[in-house]
């Protein structure tokens, strides 16, 4: 029959470690998906050391013309400026037009709060959290991914006073609409049904000014016809989101952000619920979809076998959801939050002693 075609982009460092933890996971669902054809790309900085390119045209090609959907490791971007170099996945998000990246961040212990179903628009808590309780975290971040200041069209010039450098900031009508539009749709499919759109247009009012504004529009937009009058509407500035996400994470449901804000904001959430290491994330379009763990390449384990594949696994289970095969990325997704309930197999990040390997071995037996 049909086979599933899976463009795999280890790229660099931890990447390389985790994306075979991905691919064991989908090939323990067996029959339940159509069989998986791994097709294994270049990409990445070490690629670019040795060829002078970070993301050669025929793996573009590849992924356009022969694949079904993708997973992507992780790049090492260096700090500093590299002639001829740019990140892959972010011009891999722009070629492909995977406009949105989804970042679902949630605690395990409070899996079962998207079985609940509270549909009573989320309270303000009158009194503060009390910071040492572990807050309860089960929230999405829907991140612009074409836009923003990741268009990178930066200068810098020589001014009397020294060196002037600046950052063009590209936020479009369109690309905002299709985030929102997103936002909505995914809110709508929770039971909290909540959208809290995150901006700065108390000081960017053009920019973020539109970004909310549109965001703020799709509910009335020609053809919505109403679908969306469930869904409650917050708005938060995003430096005030980043100090209510620690001290009261549960208020939020869905968060819709641009590019860079969005960035920050899942990074922040990962740090809620334990570790970089447990979040993952797709790149989505209207025609691909690319699963990555949100975190990088971190050069500081990486070769040890202890970077924890949890978060590439999972990534693996909202690619495949997104595909439509639902039942093979829950039987991944319990097979994870069995694992760290358990507590036994966990990488240190986890506070664990297992290897990558162990990790992703123990999460296979369940599947
Ligand atoms: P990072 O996410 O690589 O690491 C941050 C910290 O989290 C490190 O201490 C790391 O050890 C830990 N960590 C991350 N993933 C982990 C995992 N799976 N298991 C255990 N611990 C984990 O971020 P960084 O250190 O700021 O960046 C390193 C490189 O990665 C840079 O070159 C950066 O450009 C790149 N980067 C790439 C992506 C991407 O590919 N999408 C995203 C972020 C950073
Ligand atoms: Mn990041």
Redesign the pocket.
């Known amino acids: 029959g049909r086979s599933l075609k899976i463009g795999m982009l280890p790229?660099?460092?931890?990447?390389r470690e985790?994306l075979p933890a991905a691919r064991a996971a989908i090939l323990a669902l067996g029959s339940s998906i159509p069989k998986p054809e791994f097709i294994d790309l270049a990409a990445g900085?070490e690629h670019f050391t040795r060829t002078g390119t970070a993301l050669p045209d025929e793996t573009v090609s590849v992924l356009q013309q022969e694949c079904d959907c993708a997973m992507?490791?992780?790049?090492?971007?260096?700090?500093r400026k590299v002639t001829g170099y740019s990140?892959p996945?972010v011009a891999l998000r722009k070629k492909m037009d995977l406009y949105a990246n989804i970042r679902p961040v949630t605690s395990v212990s409070l899996h079962q709060l998207s079985d609940c179903n509270s549909t009573a628009p989320i309270s303000m808590p009158q009194v503060a959290a009390d910071p040492t309780a572990k807050p309860d975290v089960d929230l999405v971040v829907i991140r612009e991914n074409t836009e923003c200041l990741y268009v990178k069209q930066e200068n810098q010039v020589n001014t009397e006073h020294g060196k002037e450098a600046r950052a063009t900031r590209l936020i479009t009508e369109r690309a905002s609409r299709r985030i929102g539009e997103m936002a909505f749709k995914t809110a709508l499919a929770r039971p909290r049904k909540h959208v809290t759109i995150i901006h700065k247009s108390n000081v960017l009012s053009i920019t973020d000014g539109l970004f909310r504004e549109t965001v703020r529009a799709v509910p009335s937009l020609p053809g919505v016809n109403g679908k969306y009058d469930e869904v409650a509407i917050a708005e938060q500035l995003v430096d005030s989101a980043v100090y209510r996400l620690f001290r009261e994470p549960n208020i939020y449901d869905v968060m819709v952000a641009p590019n860079l804000y969005g960035d920050i904001l899942s990074?922040a959430a990962a740090a809620l619920v334990g570790?970089?290491?447990l979040v993952p994330s797709i790149n989505a379009g209207d025609s691909f979809v690319m699963g990555?763990?949100?975190?990088?390449?971190?050069?500081?384990?990486a070769g040890q076998d202890?970077?924890?594949?949890?978060?590439?696994i999972r990534s693996a289970a909202l690619m495949l959801r997104h595909l439509g095969y639902g039942d093979g990325a829950n039987r991944i997704e319990k097979a994870v939050d069995a694992v760290i309930r358990e507590g036994k197999v966990l990488?240190?990040?986890l506070g664990g002693k297992s290897k990558t390997s162990e990790v992703t071995n123990e999460v296979i037996k369940r599947i």
């Open positions: 790229a660099d460092g931890i990447g985790v900085f992507f490791g992780a790049v090492s971007s260096p700090s990140s996945i990074d570790s970089l290491g990555e763990p949100v975190h990088g390449s971190a050069p500081d384990i202890i970077a924890n594949p949890l978060a590439a990488t240190p990040d």
